[in-house]
């Protein structure tokens, strides 16, 4: 599906401040700004004033508790000077913060399935008010606790909390095998991936065979609808030259500009 309304890519990095490191070009379609622009910038420098406590304490909530999937509608500044409303698909990574961002549109049928499809949807108003939208897999209550996250920030750039390792991709939505365009360092650390060598093959060069038509069907269903979407498979790791497989599970999300997915090693739980 190619969304009408602006979308992009933006990565930021884990720490109280927030910063920018990657923005896709689109961004200029949305916001006005360059990438350039941006990358190093604080994000919060951007936000409405009156949003900025609230996005901070979802912020916090996201870091602290690694969500994986979860969506925030704010508003934040043109490069014109005025304020647009946008909603971000928020997929926490280990070090960074992978984004999917979209400008909004209550009508818009990309907003309704990705409001029916993330985790939770927090929504922030110029007043300041922070409401929760909509939330699956677990309690409201539990929910809105998260944002009460006591404040476990050492320093700007360090955490108290041990993070859960995880790695980043963007993939080409324009190819058909969904070419890798960026891979975070922490993929040669879980999977053993060479992240030099990956850029430009196609993500299913990874997938072990028996998963391969599936991962196909996923991402191709991505592309079309807009939808987050959870995929597992065995990833296949090439250990000098003999290959075993390792199973992870990841959370893809869609813009024009590409696939953003988060992978984590998939839990293995023995019950006696």
């Not at 850029?199 to 599936?214: A, H, I, P, Q, Y």
């Amino acid at each position: 599906m190619s969304n009408e309304l602006p979308d992009f890519i933006s990565i930021y990095d884990n720490s109280e401040a927030a910063h920018l490191v990657y923005l896709s070009d689109s961004v200029v379609d949305a916001i006005g700004w360059t990438p350039e622009e941006l990358v190093g910038k604080r994000g919060f420098d951007y936000f409405h004033p009156n949003e900025i406590p609230s996005l901070a304490r979802v912020h916090a909530a996201s870091v602290m508790n690694e969500k994986l999937s979860s969506m925030v509608r704010y508003h934040t500044r043109h490069k014109d000077g005025h304020y647009v409303e946008v909603e971000t698909v928020v997929h926490y990574c280990y070090d960074v913060i992978v984004c999917t961002n979209f400008v909004y549109d209550a009508n818009d049928t990309g907003h309704k399935i990705r409001s029916t499809m993330a985790d939770e949807v927090w929504s922030v108003d110029m007043n300041g008010t922070v409401q929760l939208a909509g939330s699956w897999g677990d309690n409201q209550e539990r929910v809105r606790q998260t944002l009460e996250s006591s404040e476990q920030w050492i320093q700007e750039q360090q955490l108290k909390t041990k993070q859960e390792p995880r790695f980043c991709m963007i993939l080409n939505r324009f190819t058909c095998d969904s070419t890798i365009v960026f891979v975070s360092q922490m993929a040669e650390r879980i999977v053993g991936l060479d992240c030099e060598r990956a850029l430009g093959k196609s993500l299913l060069n990874f997938v072990c065979e028996r998963d391969v038509d599936t991962v196909q069907a996923q991402l191709d269903l991505i592309k079309s609808s807009g939808m987050i979407m959870r995929l597992r498979f065995d990833w296949v790791i090439d250990d000098n030259g003999s290959s075993t497989t390792q199973a992870v599970e990841a959370i893809a999300s869609s813009t024009n500009d590409g696939l953003a997915v988060v992978f984590r090693l998939a839990p293995r739980v023995t019950i006696n």
